[in-house]
C-alpha cells in the first residue's frame, strides 16, 4: 500500500473542508482501499475509519464510496 501521508495525486482543495486525518481517510477510500485496508494503513481502528466516513460524506455532501472517487478525480481532472 501506498504511503497516505504523501497525499497523491488528488486535488488537496476537494478535501480542503476536511482534517487532516480526514483527508488521508478519504483520499484512500477515494483509491478504493476498504475501511480495513485503511485502518492498517493510517493505524487507527476499523470504527474509527467508519467514523471519519461518516463525517467525510456530510461534510463533502455525498452519499457513497462511488460518489467520493468521482467528485475527487474530476475535480482533479479539472484541476489539470
Known amino acids: ?3 497516505a501521508l504523501g497525499q497523491g495525486s488528488l ?4 478535501f480542503s473542508k ?3 486525518r480526514e483527508a488521508e481517510v478519504a483520499r ?9 485496508q485503511i485502518a492498517e494503513e493510517l493505524f487507527i481502528s476499523t470504527e474509527t ?8 460524506f456530510e461534510k463533502l ?8 472517487s468521482i ?3 474530476s475535480t482533479n481532472s479539472s484541476a489539470n
Do not use: F
Request: proline share 0%.
Open 28 to 36: 484512500l477510500a477515494a483509491k478504493g482501499y476498504t475501511n480495513a
Open 18 to 20: 476536511l482534517s487532516r
Open 49 to 56: 475509519v467508519k467514523r471519519h466516513m461518516a463525517t467525510i
Open 61 to 68: 455532501d455525498i452519499t457513497s464510496r462511488r460518489e467520493l
Open 11 to 14: 486535488d488537496s482543495s476537494y
Open 71 to 73: 467528485s475527487a478525480e
Open 1 to 3: 500500500m501506498e504511503q
